[in-house]
């Protein structure tokens, strides 16, 4: 069931009873049938918070809640980024007949450091199309498409220091980086910052602590202890 946080209250009801009973009444018919199921969930959102609001019923969550996959944004696993893209690189030079045999490091850049609001799905499509519409034989910065082009994006000469090979170390200097940005914007507001890195405030404090950017910072009263929250 994807993106089972979008549920009306009133179809999450009949989706507990069915969970719960093991049987459903199909339309049309005058009797119950019994069913046994798996069922695999999906969201964006924090269901958490869902529940704090009244669109999700807490009993429904405890019910689905069995095992729990965390699955990251595109955003916060740029290590997964050249991965993916050899990936694409070879299903659409197959699928599109094209010969293909790599992307610049100016275009692997922009990937690198671009949000991907639309994650790997909008991932597969830039470089969908970009091996369709490109006129050699490396993707170019050309060859994406305006959003990764034109935005303003700090370079990663301005964000890694000289020497950093290792895409480990310079995905986690990258994540630093956007999440200190995040919290000046923000004044210190945890909240806030989460929104503007768009991910849930539980990943952000974990994120706080991973970095050790939890502890007040001088100058700054702000920035609260993750210990307090």
Known sequence: MDEIGELPLSLQVKLLRVLQDEEITPLGATGVRKVDVRVI????RDLGDEIKEGRFREALYYRINVVTIYL?????????????VEHFLA???????????GISPA???????YLWPGNVRELENVIERAVLLAPGDTLGLSDLPPALREEELRPLS???PKGISSIKKATRMIEQQLIERA?????????????????SHRALLYKLKE???????????????????
């Open 107 to 113: 275009a692997m850049e922009r990937c690198m450091i």
């Open 72 to 84: 990251p944004p595109l955003r916060e696993r740029l290590e997964d980024i050249p991965l993916l």
């Open 91 to 101: 299903l659409f030079n197959e699928r599109l007949k094209r010969d293909i045999k």
């Open 41 to 44: 969930a999906a969201t964006a």
């Open 158 to 160: 301005e964000i890694l």
């Open 183 to 199: 919290l000046e914007r923000s004044n210190g507001n945890r909240t806030q910052a989460a929104k503007i890195l768009e991910i």
């Open 211 to 229: 970095h050790g950017l939890g502890q007040t910072r001088p100058g700054n009263e702000n920035y609260e202890k993750i210990a307090e929250s």
